[in-house]
Structures are given as structure tokens and as C-alpha cells.
């Protein structure tokens, strides 16, 4: 009875989101829906090895820059499409994240932290220094956008139900790990990592698996970052957007399946339509971190359960 | 060697410039309950960690049914069979008792990608195993009813019981309990050494580390004594009471050898 | 020639980084905190001690001695109000406490933009800019003064902790903070303390290197990157071990920058902490050390 009625919810969820773009016309919001998109990826892929098993990924924009530059490059230089060039950029940072994570997983926690910073230091040098394969500051542009069936996508709404596959896909997946025995590792380890070793679970290996999976679903969204905006420079590799998808996670709720997405979707709003506050937008940023790991450290998706059990206590 | 359950070799390990454990050799016999005793500071739960692949060993081997376990990640060597409880209570406390005994039972799951991705025939009829065993573990533990509680709302005893189901989960040959009664009154001694023996009966082979020495003498099959590291005596409960040097050690704290 | 002229920079520098490594490995030692706040604290040192000088007329000792200070007191508040909140609940201090220094750090950021605003500041030196002359390498009177104040601090930090009851008591701390606190320790003095320190040792090396570079609001952010490869370097918690992973950063930098390339200097430290996890994850300096 209960998976039938989710099961039916879902699906009423999946066609509202189809159905979107007939009732969102203005364009402006539309691009706000797929920039909504493209951070729920990235969130979605940092709650994986975040919010789930707790390694905190400090450098993790260093694989989203990684994905679009190998994507942009792919087109501009081999003529890639856009459908071999988000692959393209899926096993770049898929390898990156398989080479950082034997060098910073086996030692978790701190030396993880450091480890993914200090990569994501030399992938920002390299951007920026590296005039003649990433033009440096000036950055890449042109890069041309995605075609299917031999239409190119011009409009804003062919890239909103690009990215709608992609982070339903992107939910897809992550609920099929989460709830099976690999989901349980991954719980396992965060909850008491020796525990978990003396029942046979490798936490090493399941901790690569979500950091892999992370950077993969990091360098997809870079991908359609790059196609979509067709120019990209080192700004995309700034701790700023670091501190933008730590802030999604945490609001909304890290170890959660949608709160990455409600994350992204409520601190997209914020950013762009509170476009006068943009100066205090980072300041805020802080604020909201600190308050929410004080105070809501569950993150907004548990907000009706708390309310809820205040309500009880009252009464 | 290789042909007995379990043994060590000259297990010898090294801090720096202290030998907790000096070249320790014994052996534990299928289906037997062992115990491991000693004062305090005897380097029981150095040798434990050691065998159970927290610690590296500095010198000399392991070898479990045939196997050589020298050098094994943890993980590993709980996945040949030997599986071990923590001296300080440790539960996966946010999880609720049915789960962490499914969480328990890792080795009887399928966590390959593709088998989960596309819910194969095999991957659910792995799960329903896994159901099936935890539920059997559940009903062996007496924790059925507390199956929807959280682990860290459980109290104390039944946390330490909640510990042996998810070993127990793990199908363990070998189950190395460090000290599983302890900080226990006698009421829940006694029913920890009745479910003792009961896994016993199951066919599985158990290690204790313990220093309740009314519990060792009456469950255990056989006994090492350690001290300072050392081996000082080995054989049945009523060989060692009798043992001089084991006295010795003992000397000052209580060793009650009324069998 | 120019070999021995980058050594002596690159000891200078590093000595300079060690101060910030030192009180950043403590801090995460004793509270087992990453203070991602530890660059700002840095340029808070430099910028209240620049804001005094220029509105308050003080001399730059006097700047320096007061922009410490009020940096310190900045430290007790964010570690009393923020840290001290952490400790109490049943949260991963590490993750949380990382999370909540990263909000620390980004508020200090827009705080010292808005306060100081965006034009990058450069500390008029109290000295002549004349440099000295040892044989053929040239010393600047800055750098000097510098060198010797680090060196200064540090000695003082090490005697201190070695030989004053709150010194035992943050070294009881370190190895053991349950036993210590059953003992009698207090233990929330001692973390208050520790991170004051940290904060003070970060603004020291803040208002030092301001009239040598430019302090600018976002300058802890590559503040913070260099601590922490140091840091790891020399052992998460090892005091001595920072001070000497600092100075081989500083000289492997000024080397590489003048023999190699001075765009990728950074790439320098990134590269060791990866090789280093690689092959000796305990940092160059073996097991953590007692502070």
C-alpha cells in the first residue's frame, strides 16, 4: 500500500515538473529553473559523500571546473557534441576522483579535507596559468550547445528538461544505492566506522564508491554548465561556489535524498532574485551555516518533523 | 599449524619501546569456548586487536582454518569468519536495532553496482535472506521487541546483547567477545552466559576476554592465562586454578576457583 | 649568490608561516577543530593593526601590540559563543566545527570588506627601507624585525606551554581531555585559551607581514591554504613539527619561485601534502608530539 501511494506521488511530482515550463514562461525564470538544476547535481553528488558519509569534500568545485573545461575543450578542440563531451567529462573526474581518493580516503576525516583542498588548489592554478590549454583568466568561450536529432537546443526550456533527466536520474540512482546494502555500508561506517569493519564492511571501498560517484555527478554538472552558458572561466573553480553548494546541502537537509535539491532550489532563489543583496550574499551564506549546524543541523527537510514534535511537548 | 581452527605463532606486539605481547602461541579448537585472562595490563585486548586486524602485529602469524591472517585489514579478516565485540559499547546508535543487525549482516548482501541498480532477481532474493536471518538473530538475542527502538535508547544490557546480534549477524566461525559481561549485575551475566553457550550450540566457536572470573569458570572449555604478555598457563578451568604461577598473579585480586 | 640571498627569504617567510601553522595545529590538536577562520584572524591582525595606525595615530609597535590583542579577544568570543555551543551537542566536532569556522571565516571576510573596503592596504613600515647588508645578501629591516619577533613568539609560546600551570594544563589537555577534566582541569579555560592563542600567533603574523605584503579582506583565504599544508606537513597537532615543515615551505617556495616558475609557487605545498598522504600520512615529522 505505502510504495503504491508514494509511487503515485512521484509520479504526480514527475508530470507538475514536466508541465512547468507551460505555466513558467518568462524566461528569466526558466534560466533560474535550470541553474536550480545544475546545482542540484552538484548538491545531490556532494550530499553522497557529505551527507551520507560524512567526509566533508572541501574541494569538491575542482571537479566541476574540471568537468566543464574537459567538456568545453572536447567541443572546441575535437569537435565533440555535448552527449560525448558530458561523458567525456564523467570519466575525467571520475578518474580524479578515483587517484584522490586513494591518496586522501584512506586517511579519512581531517587529511581527507586537506587533501581535497590542496587538489583543488592545484586545479585552480593549473586554469589559471595554463594560458595555452585553458586561456587563463580570459576563459573559454563559443562553446556550442547540445543538438538532439539534429536541432540545436535554443531555448532556455530545451536545457530545463535536459537537466530535469538528469537530476531525476541523478535521484533515481542515489535512492537505489541508499536503500540497499550499500546505502546501509555507507550509514554503517558514518555511524561507527570500527563497527563496521569487524562485520566485513570496507570502508575504504565504499567510501571511494561515493567519492567517485560525487565527482562523476560534479563533472556532468560542470558539463552542462559549460554547454549552457557556452563561455567558462576560472570563476567557476572560486571557493565561493564551494561555500554555495556546502550552504545547499546543510540547509536542506544532508544524508536526505531531496534535501540537496531543496537546498539548491531555495539558495538559487535567494541569490537571484535577492539580486540587491549581492554584496551580502556571502555574509548571509556564513550566517546560514552557522546558524544551521547550531540550530538546524538536520537541515530544513527536518523542519515538520521538528515542528511537529514541538507540538506534541506542548500539548 | 595449518591444519588446526585457530592459532598464533609467536604473536609479539611492540609500542615503541614496551612488549605488550610476547611471542604468544595457542591454539582455540573448533566448537570450543576459550577464555583469555589475565591482570590488568596482561595485553588480553592487545592480542585481541591484533588477531581481530585493528592492530598490526610486530612479529609472528596468525592462521585460521587454514588461512594466514597476518596482515589483514579488519574488514578482511571479519570476512573469512572471525568476527569480534567492542569492550566499550558499541552500537550504530542512530539506527534503529532491526537495522543495525541488517547493517550486521553485510556479508550475506549484495552490494554489487549492477545487481542493486537493477534490483535483480538475485539482489532480492538476498534481501529477503537477509530479512529472514536478521529476524532468526532477533528471535535467538530476545530483542524482537525492540526491534523499531533506536540503538542508543536501548538500555545498557541490551545494548551489549544488541552488540552479539550484529556480530552474530556477521556468521561468525569464531567469535571473539571482549569482555561481554562486564559492567553487567549478575541477573544479566547470567543470561549473557546462557546465550553464550547457546551460540555455542549453533556451532560456533567463541574467544572470551574477560575478567569476571565466575563467568569464565563456568562456561569456558579451556583457558590461557597471560601475563605481562606472556603465556603463563593453559589448559582446563581446573588446571589453571591450580597453576602456581597463575595464583601468583593473581595474588591480591580475586581469582574464585570454587568450581 | 642568489641561492644563499632565497634561502635567507625563504627562512624569513617560512618563519612567518610558522607562526600562523603553529597556533592552526594547536588549536586543531587540543580541540580538534579546523579553524577555517585562521586566515581571517590573520587579517583582522593586519587590518585593525593598519586602522590604527591610521586613525588612531598610533605607532606601528604600538598598532602591532593592540591589533593583537583586540584579534585575541575576537578569538575568546567566536570560541565561547560558537565553538563552546559544539561541544555540547552530540555533533562530529570535526565536520561541524569546520562548518561553523567556515561561516566565521566568510562573515569575517565581508565584515573586513565592508569595514575596510576592497582597496588592498599596505602597512607603512616603521623602519627605513634601506635594507641590510650581511656580506653579499640583502635583508630587509622589515623582514629582520620580523624574523626576530617570530622567533620571539614562538620561544615564548614553547616556554610557556612547557612551563606554566596553564601550559600542563593544555599539554594534560591534548593527551587526554576526559582524564584531564577528572583531574580538574577546566577544560573550556584551556579551549578558550588555546584558540585566543591561535588567533593572537595568526594576527602576530598578520600585522608583521603588512608592511612587507598588501593585506586585502580576502587575503585569509590563501592565508589558510598555506597553513594548511603546513600543517599536514608536519603532523596535525605537532608543534615542533609546523615550525619545521614551515621553514622547508617557505625555502622550497623561494627556490622554486626563482628556479622554476613563480606562477605555480603554491603548487609547491599542494603537491607535497598529496605525495605526503601518500607515503607518510603522520607528515614529515612522525608521530603527533606533544606541544
Known amino acids: ?315 | ?259 | 649568490m642568489i641561492f644563499v640571498q632565497q634561502l635567507v627569504n625563504g627562512l624569513i617567510i617560512g618563519g612567518v608561516y610558522a607562526l600562523i601553522a603553529v597556533g592552526l595545529t594547536t588549536i586543531f590538536g587540543l580541540m580538534n577543530v579546523v579553524n577555517f577562520a585562521h586566515g581571517e584572524f590573520y587579517m583582522l591582525g593586519g587590518m585593525i593593526a593598519s586602522l590604527l595606525m591610521q586613525f588612531a595615530d598610533l605607532n606601528y609597535f604600538l598598532s602591532l601590540v593592540a591589533a593583537i590583542a583586540l584579534v585575541m579577544c575576537i578569538g575568546y568570543f567566536v570560541e565561547k559563543i560558537l565553538l563552546k555551543r559544539l561541544r555540547n551537542k552530540k555533533t562530529d566536532i570535526l565536520v561541524a566545527g569546520a562548518l561553523v569556522t567556515i561561516g566565521v571565516s566568510i562573515f569575517f571576510q565581508n565584515v573586513g570588506l565592508l569595514v575596510f573596503g576592497s582597496v588592498p592596504r599596505l602597512i607603512t613600515s616603521p623602519f627605513s627601507t634601506e635594507p641590510f647588508k650581511l656580506g653579499a645578501i640583502l635583508l630587509g629591516r622589515m623582514n629582520f624585525f620580523a624574523a626576530l619577533v617570530t622567533v620571539g613568539v614562538i620561544l615564548f609560546s614553547h616556554f610557556f606551554i612547557k612551563k606554566t600551570t596553564l601550559g600542563m594544563a593544555m599539554r594534560a589537555t591534548f593527551q587526554d581531555k576526559d582524564v584531564a577534566a577528572l583531574v580538574g582541569v577546566h577544560i573550556d579555560r584551556v579551549f578558550s585559551f588555546t584558540f585566543m592563542l591561535g588567533a593572537g600567533l595568526a594576527a602576530t603574523a598578520g600585522a608583521l607581514l603588512g608592511p612587507i605584503y598588501i593585506i586585502y579582506p580576502n587575503v585569509g583565504e590563501s592565508v589558510i591554504l598555506k597553513a594548511f599544508v603546513i600543517v599536514v606537513l608536519g603532523g596535525m597537532g605537532n608543534f615542533l613539527g609546523a615550525i619545521f615543515a614551515a621553514l622547508i615551505l617557505g625555502v622550497s617556495e623561494s627556490l622554486g619561485a626563482a628556479y622554476i616558475s613563480a606562477e605555480y609557487r603554491d603548487l609547491i605545498g599542494f603537491v607535497m601534502v598529496l605525495l605526503i598522504l601518500l607515503f607518510r600520512p603522520s607528515g614529515l615529522f612522525g608521530k603527533i608530539n606533544r606541544i
Not at chain 1, 505505502?2 to 508541465?19: E, R
Not at chain 1, 561515493?210 to 562523476?216: E, G, K, M, Q
Not at chain 2, 535508547?153 to 551489549?160: H, M, P, T, V
Request: net charge neutral.
Open chain 1, 1 to 315: 500500500m505505502k510504495k503504491n501511494s508514494s509511487l503515485i506521488l512521484y509520479g504526480i511530482v514527475v508530470l507538475v515538473l514536466l508541465a512547468l515550463p507551460l505555466v513558467v514562461t518568462n524566461d528569466y525564470d526558466i534560466h533560474i529553473l535550470v541553474m536550480i538544476g545544475i546545482f542540484s547535481l552538484l548538491a545531490i553528488g556532494f550530499n553522497l559523500i557529505f551527507g551520507y558519509l560524512g567526509q566533508l569534500s572541501l574541494g569538491h568545485t575542482a571537479y566541476y571546473a574540471i568537468g566543464a573545461y574537459a567538456s568545453a575543450l572536447a567541443a572546441l578542440k575535437w569537435g565533440f557534441s555535448f552527449w560525448l563531451g558530458f561523458l567525456f567529462a564523467g570519466v575525467v573526474t571520475g578518474i580524479c576522483g578515483f587517484l584522490i581518493g586513494v591518496i586522501a580516503l584512506r586517511w579519512r576525516s581531517h587529511f581527507f579535507v586537506i587533501a581535497t583542498i590542496c587538489f583543488w588548489g592545484i586545479i585552480h592554478l593549473i586554469i589559471f596559468n595554463w594560458i595555452s590549454l585553458t586561456n587563463g583568466p580570459v576563459g573559454l568561450g563559443n562553446i556550442p550547445p547540445p543538438s538532439l536529432l539534429g536541432m540545436e537546443f535554443s531555448s532556455k526550456i530545451h536545457f530545463y528538461y535536459l537537466l530535469l533527466a538528469f537530476v531525476l536520474a541523478a535521484l533515481w540512482l542515489t535512492k537505489r544505492f541508499i536503500s540497499s546494502p550499500i546505502g546501509r555500508s555507507f550509514r554503517a561506517i558514518h555511524e561507527n566506522e570500527p563497527l563496521a569493519e569487524s562485520v566485513g564492511i570496507s570502508a575504504f571501498r565504499f567510501a571511494m564508491l561515493a567519492f567517485i560517484l560525487s565527482t562523476v555527478l560534479a563533472g556532468i554538472a560542470g558539463s552542462i554548465s559549460a554547454h549552457y552558458i557556452s563561455y567558462i572561466s576560472p570563476e567557476i573553480a572560486e571557493f565561493s561556489v564551494m561555500i554555495t553548494i556546502l550552504v545547499m546541502v546543510v540547509l536542506g537537509g544532508k544524508g536526505t535524498l531531496i534535501g540537496p535539491v531543496i537546498g539548491a532550489a531555495i539558495i538559487v532563489f535567494l541569490q537571484e532574485y535577492l539580486r540587491f543583496t549581492k554584496e551580502f550574499r556571502l555574509p548571509i551564506f556564513g550566517l546560514v551555516l552557522i546558524l544551521g549546524i547550531v540550530f538546524l543541523p538536520r537541515g530544513i527537510v527536518t523542519l515538520p518533523d521538528i515542528i511537529a514534535s514541538y507540538w506534541k511537548r506542548a500539548k
Open chain 2, 1 to 259: 599449524m595449518s591444519g588446526s581452527f585457530f592459532s598464533t605463532q609467536d604473536l609479539t606486539i611492540r609500542f615503541g619501546g614496551l612488549t605488550a605481547v610476547d611471542h604468544l602461541n595457542f591454539e582455540i579448537l573448533q566448537g570450543e569456548i576459550l577464555s583469555l585472562i589475565g591482570p590488568n595490563g596482561a595485553g588480553k585486548t592487545t592480542a585481541f586487536n591484533a588477531i581481530t586486524g585493528f592492530l598490526p602485529l610486530s612479529e609472528g602469524s596468525i592462521h585460521f582454518c587454514g588461512k594466514s591472517l597476518t596482515g589483514l585489514r579488519a574488514f578482511q579478516i571479519a570476512q573469512q569468519g572471525l568476527v569480534r565485540t567492542f569492550q566499550q559499547t558499541s552500537v550504530f546508535p542512530e539506527v534503529t536495532v532491526e537495522e543495525c543487525v541488517v547493517m550486521g549482516a553485510h556479508k550475506s548482501a549484495e552490494t554489487g553496482i549492477l545487481p542493486v541498480l537493477l534490483h535483480s532477481s538475485r539482489y532480492r532474493k538476498k534481501e529477503e535472506e537477509v530479512n529472514e536471518q536478521v529476524r532468526k538473530i532477533l528471535t535467538f538475542t530476545g530483542l524482537t521487541e525492540k526491534s523499531d527502538v533506536l540503538a542508543m535508547n536501548l538500555s545498557y544490557g541490551e545494548q551489549r546483547l544488541l552488540e552479539i546480534a550484529v556480530a552474530l549477524a556477521a556468521a561468525p566461525k569464531l567469535l571473539l567477545l571482549d569482555e561481554p559481561v562486564s559492567g553487567m549485575n549478575p541477573e544479566e551475566s547470567r543470561s549473557t552466559m546462557e546465550l553464550i553457550l547457546a551460540v555455542r550450540k549453533q556451532g560456533i566457536t567463541v574467544l572470551l576476554v574477560e575478567h569476571d572470573m565466575n563467568v569464565v569458570m563456568d562456561i569456558s572449555d579451556r583457558i590461557v592465562v597471560l601475563n605481562y604478555g606472556k603465556k603463563i598457563a593453559e589448559g582446563s578451568p581446573q588446571e589453571v586454578c591450580e597453576n602456581h604461577e597463575v595464583i601468583e598473579a593473581y595474588l591480591g585480586s580475586s581469582l574464585k576457583c570454587s568450581l
